[in-house]
């Protein structure tokens, strides 16, 4: 989240909160920005949706590690909660094959969308996707790279 983006203020409330769930209203989150969100924030979902680019709003929650969980347009209330990833370590030998809720919680501390993932490792966007919807797993030594892009960007993993 860039310093002076008209969404920085509630990136920086977010990613100092220390909590794992924070419910905001419209007009707290008008008063942290310090000017009216747009009308469609008032209006529509959709606004609220945690698309990881292209979006400098969700950038603010996203970045800080927050999806938007609870949308109440009705209360004018938006709750932001850290995603839980919730996975079972698998081994073939001394290598962690690696599953969905992995590749997810590995994207998500990378802050990466599917497309970018897949340019790092080389592999298309449908790759990911169809990994993260159990479609098929990835094959030992693809595990063994998702391994090494793990270790490189942080992701402790075997936690």
């Known amino acids: 989240m860039k310093v002076g ?24 989150i008008e008063t942290l920005l ?12 959709g606004w609220w949706s945690n698309r990881a680019t292209q979006v400098s709003q969700a950038s603010a929650w996203m970045d800080a590690g927050y ?28 290598t962690v094959l690696w599953n969905a809720e992995m590749i ?14 897949a340019e790092e490792l080389g592999v298309r966007q449908q790759t990911i996707s169809e990994w993260e919807k159990e479609i098929y797993t990835p094959k030992k030594a693809m595990s063994k790279l998702l391994g090494f892009v793990a270790e ?4 402790k993993y075997e936690t």
Do not use: C, W
């Not at 983006?5 to 905001?24: A, F």
């Not at 310090?34 to 979902?45: R, V």
């Not at 490189?152 to 992701?155: D, K, L, S, T, V």
């Open 67 to 94: 999806h938007v969980t609870h949308i109440d347009l009705n209360h004018q209330r938006i709750t932001f909660r850290k995603p839980v990833f919730n996975y079972e370590i698998r081994r073939a030998g001394d």
């Open 104 to 117: 997810r919680a590995l994207r998500h501390h990378m802050n990466a969308s599917q497309g970018e993932l």
């Open 5 to 28: 983006s008209k969404y920085h203020p509630l990136y920086l409330v977010l990613s100092t909160s220390g909590q794992e769930e924070i419910s905001l209203s419209l007009k707290e």
């Open 152 to 155: 490189r960007a942080g992701f």
């Open 34 to 45: 310090g000017h009216p969100l747009p009308l469609s924030a008032y209006q529509n979902k």
